[in-house]
């Protein structure tokens, strides 16, 4: 009890006397500058003082501002519900705590100290991960994420990471023509732009997580376009077992969070086309889905046959006639596209005769 007494009292005069200071402080960091906050604050929780002291913000000169946010801070930390002492033990935990710059999430609530009061039992504290960035990362903040690798460095944990991609980045092919370097990814430009592909993304992902302490790499999925191409995810190792982290997908609301390794592989690719290619068999006129697609000798998809005309670069029946094909494809078909038999004629007599194979 008297110890609280003390620490209010030195509260109240640290307080008081930040107050009346009207000129910015400079100094070399926030050692020199507030030893006594930081002192009460290494008795309240030596760990979450060793944290706050390695904030960037605390490392040159530091401004009046900040000095009020960690008199809150110290407060807030001094009074907190039992909920927010909780929270705040698991905030302390994102990333790798030995090898990441700093912690992060502590750094957001000093940016919500920076800027307004808040009351014990209703504070940043309490905030659980994803809504305390919602509230302190504001990217229209443009000094705070101009710098590369200042950001990459504030992006020290997959969790944050995956936070950013899905808020920033918008998928780009095209941005491929733009790139000055001519380069096939460059995580620059897409940090720049906020546009890219599943390479760029990647090469980003793999950026943060690398300078964040993680075992990382690049996990290549080959979705059977060319054997050239292939769609790029990041591969992470999160206390002893393997995720995939995969924001480089067109669609925005396919970019789950964190998948397992062994779950990721079907799902990856059936969903990252929807399952549709776009292309109908240039033999049969089958839409084709990924699954339907057929294999050329080297193993690799063919987009322009089924796997029911074509296996192994070769026509599954490669006497087959026009009109007898005609006639085998509408039960298919009819099946594909769940209509009448009729109707399926009609579709195959039109289409076939016009497509390649047949020509
Ligand atoms: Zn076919």
């Known amino acids: 009890m008297k110890r609280h007494l003390l ?74 519900t039992e909920s927010e002492k909780s929270n705040l033990s698991s905030i302390l935990k994102v990333g790798i705590p030995k090898s990441r710059k700093y912690c992060t999430p502590i750094q957001a609530i000093f940016w919500l100290l920076e800027k307004k009061d808040f009351e014990p039992g209703n504070s940043p504290l309490g905030y659980p991960l994803i809504d305390l960035l919602h509230k302190a990362w504001d990217y229209a903040e443009k000094d705070r994420w101009k710098d590369y690798e200042t950001v990459t460095d504030r992006l020290n944990s997959h969790e ?108 990856d690719l059936t969903k990252n086309y929807r399952g549709e290619t776009g292309k109908i068999c240039r033999s049969c006129a089958l839409p084709m889905d990924y699954k339907d697609l057929g294999t050329e000798s080297d193993g690799s998809r063919s987009y322009d046959y089924c796997n029911l005309c074509f296996k192994d670069g070769k026509f599954t029946n490669p006497n087959i006639t026009m009109n007898q094909m005609i006639k085998e494809s509408i039960t298919r078909l009819a099946g594909k596209l769940k209509v009448p038999e009729s109707q399926a004629k009609e579709a195959a007599e039109l289409f076939i005769p016009r497509l390649k194979r047949w020509k």
């Open 160 to 267: 944050l990471v995956n936070y950013y991609e899905k808020g920033r980045f918008l998928y780009d092919l095209r941005g491929e023509d733009r790139k000055p370097t001519g380069a096939t990814y460059d995580p620059l430009y897409l940090f720049w732009f906020n546009r890219g592909h599943c390479r760029d993304v990647t090469a980003f992902t793999l950026h943060c997580l690398k300078k964040a302490g993680y075992k990382v790499k690049e996990y290549r999925v080959d979705p059977g376009i060319t054997t050239k191409a292939y769609h790029a995810a990041t591969l992470f190792e999160w206390q002893g077992k393997n995720y995939i982290m995969d924001n480089g997908r067109p669609d925005k609301l396919l970019r789950i969070d964190f998948i397992p390794l062994d779950e990721y592989k079907p799902y």
């Open 7 to 80: 620490i209010t009292i030195i509260l109240i005069i640290t307080l008081l006397t930040g107050c009346a200071q009207t000129q910015p402080v400079k100094t070399k960091g926030i050692t020199e500058q507030s030893p006594t906050v930081l002192g009460l604050l290494g008795q309240l929780s030596p760990s979450l003082a060793h944290e706050v002291n390695r904030l960037p913000e605390f490392q040159q000169s530091v401004s009046e501002r900040q000095i009020q946010a960690l008199n809150k801070f110290v407060y807030l930390t001094n009074n907190a």
